[in-house]
């Protein structure tokens, strides 16, 4: 979604659907300033209907999102610890 602020400053949200619970959203000013192709895929794991742990990749849509996320992992680490 794209808007403009009353002081002329250009917007872009962007939501994210990152699993069956959650959306992240994002609100950026620097509309263009980065790529919004695919990313490094990350590793979605969940129970089967049996228990076993499996596992899929999943594509980022916007690869800033990827470099994102690697930056913020010992973050979140760090904050649930």
Not at 49 to 75: D, E
Request: net charge positive; charged share 10%; aromatic share 10%.
């Amino acid at each position: 979604m794209e808007g403009t602020m009353a002081s002329g400053v250009q917007l872009l949200a962007i939501g994210y659907k990152y699993n069956s619970r959650k959306v992240l959203c994002f609100v950026v000013t620097n509309k263009g300033a980065g790529s919004t192709s695919l990313g490094t895929p990350y590793q979605a794991k969940f129970a089967d209907g049996w228990g076993n742990v499996m596992m899929q990749l999943v594509p980022y849509l916007i690869s800033s999102h990827s470099s994102f996320k690697s930056i913020m992992q010992p973050v979140d680490t760090h904050n649930q610890a």
